[in-house]
């Protein structure tokens, strides 16, 4: 028989027996619905012939079917590697990723932001370190009536607003790992000012050294700023002290690179002379020769949990599904790390 108007998601949610929610979810392919309940829906979509329009529905909501990336991130890898993690959530939805980078420093960040806010008109976006760090942004975001979840390194927010991973406990057990080695003089390359993870993560190098009963030696930290050149500069510093340290704990792996090519260009061996550990576990930890042991930060995870949080339903509350907001992060021995000389 011969329909006399087009069907709508009201009448898919009533002949299934669902939400119009759960039809939603169907429609933008939630893996957060078991299998019986996406078949039946599936079933009258296909039945009905009912075509979802995201036209339509974008002007009901006000919104638009975007994601917002916004970043003010020295880490290229880091960006990628959320950016990964999203997509593969968003993949076969209606959804669209749009990154947004911004200038941390600049006096006019947050309006600058809330006017790509305004314009865009974003279903919901997700905010990295260290901006994220920043509650008057996430206010414009609440006031705007924007979703947001923000990452970070320690708990920023409620639950529906945040993936967060343990940084100060990784690196504790990082260093720990060192110390049960035999190596005592252990150097610190800190991430740069600002963000929360290179606070985190030197705390958690302070914890482990007290813990164990060693002296803080403030000669043994040295500034970085997450970059490669960084790690030179600081090896340079580090392996110029007499005696020099046997370890160094660098926070991320760029810059642990950066100090394994000072210690070759230095002409000593790693690990026999320098043991060497990092952070983040990208790429290039397992590219280095040798491999480096680094602390796998949990990134492209905690990535497609926030996008689910930001796409599931389309009004309630964010975390209605159980998403995950804490990540754990485990370290990965490599060939990096020997028992200490002497």
């Known amino acids: 028989m011969k329909r006399s108007s087009q069907p709508t998601i009201n009448d898919v949610a009533r002949i299934a027996g669902v939400s119009k929610k759960t039809v939603s979810r169907v429609i933008n392919q939630s893996p957060l619905l078991n299998g019986d309940t996406r078949k039946r829906v599936e079933e009258v979509i296909a039945d009905l012939g009912y075509v979802p329009n995201p036209q339509a529905r974008a002007l009901a909501l006000r919104r638009n079917f975007l994601i917002g990336l916004i970043h003010d991130n020295p880490n290229a890898q880091m960006v990628l590697n959320v950016q990964q993690g999203m997509l593969e959530v968003l993949r076969d939805t209606e959804f669209e990723l749009i990154v947004h980078p911004v ?57 529906s607003h945040m993936v967060a991973s343990n940084d100060r406990e990784a690196v504790r057990g990082a260093v720990e790992h060192l110390i049960e080695s035999g190596h005592r003089r252990i150097g610190l390359v800190l991430g740069p000012h600002g963000f929360r993870s290179a606070v985190e993560r030197q705390k958690g190098y302070e914890e482990a050294l007290e ?55 230095r ?76």
């Open 103 to 159: 200038n941390r420093g600049s006096p006019t960040m947050l309006g600058d932001i809330g006017q790509f806010l305004e314009r865009q008109r974003p279903f919901g976006v997700m905010i990295l370190p260290p901006i994220s760090e920043n509650d008057q942004l996430a206010a414009l975001c609440a006031e705007l009536g924007v979703r947001y979840v923000r990452m970070g390194s320690a708990p920023l927010d409620e639950a």
């Open 211 to 265: 813990h164990a009963g060693l002296p803080l030696q403030r000669t043994l930290i040295v500034q970085g700023d997450y970059k490669f050149e960084s790690g030179m500069r600081a090896a340079e510093q580090l392996l110029d002290l007499a005696p020099r340290p046997t370890a160094v704990f660098a926070s991320n792996d760029e810059m642990a690179a950066g100090v394994l090519h000072v210690a070759r260009q």
């Open 267 to 342: 002409g000593l061996n790693v690990p026999q002379d320098l043991s060497i550990i990092g952070f983040d576990d990208t790429p290039i930890a397992s590219h280095l020769w040798p491999p480096l042991t680094t602390v796998r930060w949990p990134i492209a995870t905690m990535a497609r949990a926030a996008a689910l949080k930001l796409v599931s339903g389309e009004g309630g509350a964010h975390s209605e599904d159980g998403e995950a907001s804490l990540f754990v992060s485990t370290l990965i021995r490599r060939a990096s790390v020997a028992p200490a000389s002497g």
